[in-house]
Each structure stands twice: as C-alpha cells, then as structure tokens.
C-alpha cells in the first residue's frame, strides 16, 4: 500500500512564523500535491510537483512556496504565517497519468495549522 | 478550466435508505473522474474511479456511479446506506492536469 506521511498532526503557531510542512510518500510517485481543506470550500490546490526540483503553482499559491529535493520529499512552507492561512493542509502522491492510468491520488491524513 | 459542482453540501439519511449524490463537471475533453471519501478522523481514500469503458462503475462499500457523457454527470449510487457512511464525499475531475475537487457532500446517515 501507498504511504504519504506528514510530519505534523497538528501544529500552532504565531503570525508571521515561517512554518515547513514535510510530507514523503514511499511509492516512488513522481507526482507530489498540496492541497488545503476548508469548511464547505472542499480542497484546494496550493502547489504540485512533477519531478525533483520541479514546482507548478495551484489554484491559490499566494503566500505559499515549496520545495522538492527529493522524489519522495515535498515540503511546503509558509514565509510569514497569517491566521487566514489556519487550515488542514493534505499532502498527496500520484503516478504520472497515461493511457493505462489516472494517476488518482493517495492523501496523507493531514496537518491541521493553526495560526494565531 | 475544469471545474466540479456538487448539487449537495449536506444529505441527511435515515439507515436502508438510498443515496444519489449528484456531480456534474465542465471540461470539454477526456476524463477521468473520482469520488474520494473522508470518514470521521481519516484521511481522504478512493471510493470508485472512471478511466473508459463502462460508464458504470463499481466501487468498495458497495458503492458505484455512473459517467454520463452528455449530461457532463458522474453522480454517486449506493442502494442502501449504513450508518457507517457517514462522511463527507468529494467528487473530482482530472482533464489536462491536475485533479480538480468539488466543495464535498457530507453525509450523515442516522441509526
């Protein structure tokens, strides 16, 4: 079975604190994924990966960056924290998509942030 | 751009009733289409998935939705629910890209 691990359960911090999300998944997936979950906003995509030192923004990049050393690393970090920015945060993996695949995604269980 | 409209933000049940949650997409090209689920405390997981062929689909818990092409529809089916689906449900679309997600259905199903 595909792993995605995220380092923190739950995380508090203050604002303007930078603040590293890390996630690894042991598939070897090429593809890695941020996504925030909201209250009746469903998930939203900050930023993926397509390969090691690759990055493409999301749907909402803003006040995000991340960073991608390794295959199955891919951390997320937020510069200056603000409390707009409390949320659950999902990590996900995925093959690449082809003719044989749909490159669905495998979540991690998630890091609840709170900003205060 | 893709986009995911599900009908229902919240769908309360009693047990043994039947469940249809609708999901309707826009992308004018091929997809492939999801339902994750997120029960209480868990992480999000695959319920079913539409890649080609049969536009009827089969997933776990007995589960399974149906892709309808010209109606841009991927609406979820179960015949009769447990308590145990309760949860919230997310329906996706991947088109040229990334998988994009509905605002999620939360379910909750009553003894």
């Known amino acids: 079975d595909v792993k995605v691990t995220q380092s923190s359960r739950y995380l508090v911090k203050r604002t303007g604190e930078k603040v590293f999300l890390e996630c690894v998944q042991d598939?070897?997936?090429?593809?890695m994924f941020w996504y925030r979950q909201d209250p009746g906003l469903g998930l939203r995509l900050i930023y993926f990966?397509?390969?090691?030192?690759?990055?493409e923004k999301g749907d909402i990049p803003e006040g995000y960056s991340v960073s991608r050393e390794k295959k199955e690393r891919f951390s997320l970090i937020l510069e200056s924290a603000s409390t707009n920015q409390t949320s659950m945060y999902l990590c996900a993996s995925s093959l690449l998509a082809g003719a044989t695949n749909t490159g669905e995604l495998f979540f991690g269980e998630g890091s609840r942030l709170t900003v205060l | 751009a893709q986009s995911v409209s599900q009908h229902n933000h919240h769908v309360i049940l009693s047990e043994a009733a039947s469940l249809e949650l609708g999901c309707n997409y826009s992308y004018g090209g091929t997809v492939n289409l999801f339902w994750y689920v997120q029960y209480p405390g868990q992480h999000l997981q695959l319920l079913l998935k539409?890649?080609?062929?049969?536009?009827l689909v089969k997933g776990i818990k007995g589960f399974e939705a149906e892709f309808i092409k010209s109606k841009f529809s991927f609406n979820l089916r179960k015949p009769s629910v447990q308590w145990s689906d309760t949860a919230e449900y997310f329906c996706?679309?991947?088109?040229?890209?990334?998988?994009?997600f509905g605002k999620g259905t939360m379910l909750l199903v009553s003894p």
């Open positions: 598939m070897d997936h090429e593809n």
């Open positions: 996706a679309v991947r088109g040229y890209s990334t998988l994009t």
């Open positions: 539409y890649f080609s062929g049969d536009p």
């Open positions: 990966s397509y390969d090691v030192k690759m990055k």
